[in-house]
């Protein structure tokens, strides 16, 4: 690994091993990877290895390894997570009115969630660096992820989750992986402040997206999307933000590829906010040079966050890819995700900021309506199904679609489905 990669500080010229224990420079700014040389791997190469079916390298992941973290295959820990869908709809064209759109689902995943991505490198840099146990403070997917991914390979697994504040599929999938839960009082933002002291009083391996090796994995995001449009870039790549980490990862894949002679143009990167959850949006909307924290609250749970951790990386791709940061509301929000719905494709509410953050961009006139954009999807609809249910079982909503009680009675149901069938 020496020979191929090295940690950089973001801001300042000092350097690290790979192998460095901890996730910040001494001037206190996050490190990120750097690449020795120039790494080797072919289209061709890419395509084989989808479709080779005894290799590890079938994972959406690891067929980009060299374009990450070019482990041997004896030392990854995968669940051949990746190989997430590119769909086009025409309900959600017509809904943002942007005829070149294409939806990557990363709900597809095998927890669910996009967080599978960065998961299996960094759970694989945990292996190998000889951890015996990881933890995370999470909204609820990275958790999801990281319980199934210690699970999967024999580590102990502490999640810290804001009581009360995480849908109940999230947690469900933490207790079930068998991830020892810690439900905090406070938010996500105290959940991180306290695991990463815990990380390092008790020599555990922390697995949030400050962690640089999880942003190596999600890059596979951008790669995969290259793969699947033939290496052709779209004008605009559109997705939540959170803590951060996602656009930081799609961001210096496009640029690493550019740097390699793989692509020739960068996309432009738009992030979406929920209006209660914006301080990246303030600040790229200011001329303010540092991000003021906030208490977030929006019920799209996964990306309240207040203090996002990666900002500073991912205002250096807004700024250097010409992006956007917006904002949308809460009924903003439903109103799209009872479209990604209702279009057969389904994603959990902070995905569908995505949609909802299209829209208004596009009715801005920033996105224009002949421009290629993809659309991230984060999560799975089956995430937060309480909320499903609540979205549909609200009366005053024009969208609601209740259940219909009935009795066991074929002449009361035949009624009814006569009725319905017009
Ligand atoms: N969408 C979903 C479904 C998420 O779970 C998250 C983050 C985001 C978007 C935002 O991504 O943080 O990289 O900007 N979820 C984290 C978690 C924070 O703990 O699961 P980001």
Redesign the pocket.
Known sequence: MSKKIRLDCISCDKTYSYDYKSFFCDCGDLLKVSFLKKPNLSKEQINARSTNFSSKCQSGVWRFKEWHLDLDESSICTRLEGNTNLYQSDLLSKYTRVANLRIKHEGENPSG???DRGMTTAISMAKLLGYKAVA????????ASMASYAASCGLKAFVFIPDGKISFGKLSQSLAYGAHTLQIQGN?DDALTLVQDLCQKKGIYLLN?LNPYRIEGQKTIFFELMQQLNFEVPDWIIL????????SALGKAAFELKEWGIIDKIPRFAVVQAKGANPFYLLMSTESDSLTPMIPETMAS??R?GN?V?WKKAQKVILNSNGYVTQVTEQEIMDAKTMVDRSGIGA?P??CCSIAGLKKLQSQGIIKTNESVVAIL??HVL?DPDNNVKIHTDVNSDLCNNAVKLSNDMGEIEGVIDGLLG
């Not at 939540?240 to 656009?247: A, I, R, S």
């Open positions: 969630s996009f967080k995370c403070a999470s909204t609820g997917n990275t958790s996500f997206s939540p933000g959170g803590n951060l980490g996602n656009v996964a990306i966050i996002p990666s959990e902070a995905s984060t999560g995430k």
